[in-house]
């Protein structure tokens, strides 16, 4: 839980250390020099798995409150109805976790939108503009080139674009799989 309720900026600095080419932590730990946020082709997977781990404790959290919320009396009677392991967690657990699955999706989609600190620490948008991500073109957009008109078109658009997909996302979620337990 601690990357995810640390600050993103101060990941993103810890980050930059330990990805720096020279006297890095990783770099060390491969025992050859690897340019992992100069190089276009390894930057943006760079940072997309400092953010991957920083949410790791987030969807960790909600899904084990999912899981602890499934009545154990629906898989005994799978076991007893003859299920086995992957049987009873593809037609019991995984069905019981729509919810937890949709809240978790909706919440990561829109996270992931709103990257903007760690990149900024970690990269800057650059190499050649392979991180600028849609947050920090915003940025870029409205404190850098003064054109805020522009930005703020662009995060109307990028709403629009949240709602879409949050709403579409719902929509196949919308099925709820219930057992009533009498």
């Known amino acids: 839980m601690l990357p995810w309720i640390s600050a993103p900026l101060a990941l993103g600095v810890v980050w930059r ?14 025992g050859h020099r690897v340019e992992w946020l100069t190089s276009p082709s390894l930057a943006l997977p760079s940072v997309a798995a400092v953010t991957v781990w920083t949410n790791v404790g987030y969807v960790a959290l909600f899904f084990l409150a999912g899981l602890a919320g499934i009545p154990q009396q629906c898989a005994e009677a799978a076991r007893i109805d003859g299920a086995g392991p992957w049987q009873g967690f593809w037609r019991i657990t995984l069905p019981l976790l729509r919810p937890t699955t949709f809240f978790v999706l909706a919440t990561g989609v829109i996270s992931s939108f709103q990257v903007f600190d760690t990149v900024w620490a970690m990269t800057g948008g650059g190499p050649a503009g392979r991180t600028e991500v849609v947050a920090y073109a915003i940025y870029r957009e409205a404190f850098v080139d003064f054109r805020m008109g522009r930005a703020a078109a662009m995060s109307v658009v990028l709403f629009l674009l949240l709602i879409t997909v949050t709403v579409a996302q719902q929509t196949y979620f919308r099925r709820r799989t219930t057992y009533e337990m009498g």
């Not at 250390?17 to 491969?30: C, H, K, M, R, V």
């Open 17 to 30: 250390w330990l990805f720096d080419p020279s006297d890095g932590a990783i770099n060390e730990l491969l």
